[in-house]
């Protein structure tokens, strides 16, 4: 019984630093944002920026992807058309469908966001060991396979996922 109140305890901790270190992120993604006078586009639209990088997909895409977690994927896109950091372009197959890919301006972001990265990367190599990195990296693989099993999308899905995220 110990045993399972220790592990429900480690879980639910688990739960609370991934929502933190997620909102943390974005602060940081906002600060670089603010650091380079950049007002007219926020951290959450900056890092889908960032995933589609030099990529051309369908705003569906942008979620199956898990470039955008969100439920108004729609309202960001507009958002980053309008300010000019995305072109979409509706297909010619269907019409329905809309195509984007990041502009000249979108680029810049796209690499500002790639040269913070960089420097992250030089900075955390110094306080944490790779190997540790890959350690939680896995342990939280763990989880998400486990949490698409909950959902019924099964092992095979939870499996591409994992295919997916080490790559």
């Known amino acids: 019984m110990q045993e399972t109140q220790a592990m429900k305890q480690t879980y639910l901790s688990t739960i609370v630093l991934l929502e933190r270190m997620h909102r943390q992120f974005l602060e940081v993604i906002k600060s670089e944002l603010e650091a380079h006078d950049i007002r007219d586009i926020n951290n959450v639209q900056s890092l889908i920026l960032y995933n ?3 990529d051309e997909l369908t705003v569906g895409e942008l979620t199956l992807r898990g ?3 969100g439920s108004n994927v729609s309202y960001n896109v ?3 058309t309008e300010h000019g950091y995305l072109h979409q372009e509706r297909s010619s197959h269907d019409r329905r469908s809309v195509r984007v890919r990041l502009t000249e301006k979108g680029l810049e972001l796209s ?3 790639e040269t913070m990265f960089e420097r992250h990367v030089q900075t955390i190599a110094d306080n944490i060991d790779e190997e540790k990195l890959d350690e939680a990296n896995a342990a939280l693989r763990d989880v998400e396979r ?3 099993q909950q959902l019924g999308f099964g092992p095979r899905v939870a499996e591409f996922f994992r295919v997916e995220t080490a790559a």
């Open 52 to 54: 589609i990088g030099g």
């Open 67 to 69: 470039y955008y977690l």
């Open 78 to 80: 507009k958002k980053m």
């Open 111 to 113: 690499r500002l966001l």
């Open 146 to 148: 486990f949490w698409l």
